[in-house]
């Protein structure tokens, strides 16, 4: 009658893939409980970690869960607590893990009715509440697991990618918050022909090479001229610290998801801790507090 869930942080975008592609951090997450009860309804009952409302319809899981619950329509009601591992705002799937945990774990209570796609069109009402839009690039990853491809959100087609075995992502988030709604909203509406042909033939490229292990191809579509150029202006130190992360051997680096987190890519365990190091390096000469993950991609 109780399933406790661990909720991976994801990394959106990818670069090239805005809105569209996204992998799952091993390890990385939210822990929560749900628990079944003969109370009807959906009632959050403990969160810890962050200071974030107990209203079902202004919590994220709340949201997500109510819209499963509406579909399902138990004879129950379920109890959430959340213990909040992921800062909002850091840019690593911190909504969506909220989102993703509420209704795996109350699919779990209900013998499973619902797939993994389904999960994710719940879910999505969820991460509309925090990011005042309806995308699955943090969801998809955070439910599948590895890469995802978000093929359309209406109707909401999933593609799973495979993951090179040696592929590990290292991310370094600087203690400030960008709002994903304020990240979206610094975006311009039209993209100018030549920067869309870059940005497709990159991501392309990008999936072909994660299809094919091609470690060199990855490398070299790693690469975003739409969005970067504008959000990055909101990271302090984003150029050194790109700089600095792929002259130690980092495949590629850029904004994960709206920010203010960087991630990157890196073949091997040894060259994602070299690109910690040079990370760590450039930020500890400033003031900015911070902290880094390292994950394989799984
Ligand atoms: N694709 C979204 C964005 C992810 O970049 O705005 C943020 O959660």
């Known amino acids: 009658n109780e399933i406790k869930i661990f909720s991976p942080a994801t990394v959106a975008n990818v670069a090239c893939g805005f809105d569209v592609l996204g992998f799952c ?36 899981a709340g949201v997500s869960a109510l819209a ?58 969820g991460e509309a509440l925090a990011s005042k839009c309806e995308h699955a690039d943090n969801l998809a990853p955070a439910i599948f697991g590895g890469f995802t491809l978000v093929k359309s959100v209406s109707p909401l087609k999933i593609l799973e990618i495979p993951s090179p075995e040696d592929l590990y992502a290292t991310i370094i988030h600087p203690q400030i918050e960008i709002k994903t709604s304020e990240a979206r909203a610094i975006l311009p509406k039209d993209v100018p022909l030549q920067n869309a042909i870059t940005q497709w033939a990159n991501f392309g490229s990008l999936i072909h090479g994660l299809h094919t292990s091609d470690y060199d191809l990855i490398q070299k579509s790693l690469h975003d001229v739409i969005v970067e150029p504008y959000r990055s202006q909101l990271i302090p130190y984003y150029k050194e610290v790109k700089k600095a992360v792929l002259q130690n051997g980092a495949l590629g680096a850029g904004i994960s998801g709206s920010g203010p987190s960087i991630f990157t890519l890196s073949k091997g365990f040894e060259n994602a801790q070299k690109v910690k190091s040079a990370m760590e390096k450039v930020y500890s000469e400033t003031d900015i507090a911070f902290e880094i993950h390292m994950a394989r991609i799984n």
């Open 68 to 125: 499963m619950y509406e579909a399902a329509k138990p004879d129950c009601g379920f109890e959430i607590e959340i213990y909040k591992k992921i800062k909002p705002g850091s840019g690593i799937g911190s909504s969506a893990a909220s989102a993703v945990g509420s209704v795996f774990g109350m699919n779990a209570l209900l013998g499973r009715p619902y797939n993994k796609t389904e999960l994710t069109q719940f879910a999505i009402k």
């Open 25 to 60: 951090l091993d390890g990385i997450g939210d822990e929560m409980v749900i628990r079944k009860t003969d109370k009807k309804g959906i009632h959050i009952t403990k969160i810890e970690g962050f200071d974030l409302p107990y209203e079902t319809e202004l919590n994220v």
